[in-house]
């Protein structure tokens, strides 16, 4: 053991993993482990026909499906989900999808303190935490509570070899950016940098390896791990600048989730790379330089590169750079004026990092 590292604290959650078991098997167990008889399953709308299926798979233990989860869990449908939930006398929630569905299943377990059990469809990452971000009034704010952690998590790549390739590729440079933002986070330690750095590698070589072959079981289990891992790590620290611009431009100005992270998480990076260069140095041996080597990777999986192309109009950015500078959270570098706003605009252009 070094004697020179610096005193840490972590918060170890009290949750259950399967990985790589058939999912709909995994959720039976997890269920009768619990000792819970009446779930309700969330999703999308969208995939409201996937989850009447596996509802069909699990068998009886789920009651019902609430196909009603959207982007950013607006507090509005969480509303109408707890009315559901309680109506049914739910003893439980089963969550199948991605982020919003997962969020959604945790403001209703921070309302009614129901168990959760996870069933990730995407690279989200927000299963492993206890983190909830809701939007309310057009403003994304985050609070940690551990109401909100899910009890049970089911990785089986099987539920996310049929996830398209586009949406592969930003759900996991989703996944990279927790990772990358915990290397330099104010209140990193040994085991979260490692948990990062484990993390990035995995997604780093899986994604390409996903793209180029979507239905290959073991890439999907690959970067399954290492979404996983980022996630973990997600929980134990604080996040900075990418994240806060994150929250902004998809509670403020509704921009897509995980694409929003896949344009902006180069050009934030290369933000704080002078101020963070030592922290950055396993992406650095990754990627080459971390903002440019970034913006290549994701290029390289055709990922979106500029914000115009999501939605968002040139008329915003001002708004956006005013909004990103309230509430600031603790960044490497200062957060300024003018070099956030010389960020947007790049990002919103797709020009190439600083």
Not at 140 to 152: F, H, L, N, S
Not at 179 to 194: G, K
Not at 210 to 235: E, H, I, K, M, N
């Amino acid at each position: 053991m070094d004697d020179t590292l610096a005193p840490f604290a972590l918060r170890l959650a009290a949750m259950r993993l399967w990985f790589g078991t058939p999912a709909a098997d995994a959720v039976r167990e997890a269920l009768a482990s619990l000792g819970l008889t009446r779930a309700v399953l969330l999703s999308t709308a969208s995939q409201g026909d996937n989850a009447r299926r596996f509802a069909e798979a699990v068998g009886p233990a789920i009651i019902d499906v609430f196909s009603g989860a959207v982007m950013h869990t607006p507090v509005e449908v969480t509303a109408e989900a707890l009315t559901f939930v309680e109506s049914v006398g739910a003893d439980a929630v089963v969550s199948l999808g991605g982020g919003s569905t997962t969020g959604l299943g945790k403001a209703i377990a921070l309302n009614t303190d129901l168990p959760q059990i996870v069933v990730p469809t995407t690279y989200a990452g927000s299963e492993s935490t206890a983190i909830l971000g809701q939007t309310e009034g057009g403003r994304k704010t985050t609070i940690t509570d551990p109401r909100v952690q899910p009890e049970a998590i089911i990785f089986d790549p099987a539920m996310v070899a049929t996830l398209p390739v586009a949406l592969t590729v930003t759900s996991g440079l989703n996944a990279i950016a927790h990772a990358v933002e915990a290397l330099y986070a104010r209140d990193r330690n040994p085991l979260t940098s490692t948990l990062a750095t484990e993390g990035l590698a995995a997604m780093i070589k899986g994604l390409p390896e996903v793209v180029a072959a979507p239905d290959d079981l073991t890439a999907r289990s690959r970067t399954q791990y290492g979404a996983f891992l980022c996630g973990l790590v997600l929980g134990q620290v604080g996040m900075s600048l990418h994240h806060k611009l994150c929250h902004v431009l998809g509670g403020s100005f509704g921009l897509p989730h995980a694409e929003t992270h896949a344009v902006i998480l180069p050009h934030a990076v290369a933000y704080n790379a002078g101020a963070a260069g030592d922290q950055l140095a396993a992406l650095r041996a990754l990627v080459g330089e971390p903002g440019r080597g970034l913006q290549r990777f994701a290029k390289g999986l055709g990922a979106p590169m500029a914000l115009r192309d999501l939605g968002l109009a040139a008329g915003d950015l001002d708004r956006a750079t005013e909004i990103a500078l309230q509430n600031q959270y603790w960044n490497p570098r200062p957060i300024e004026q003018a070099g956030l706003r010389a960020l947007l605009q790049r990002a919103w252009a797709g020009d190439d990092t600083e």
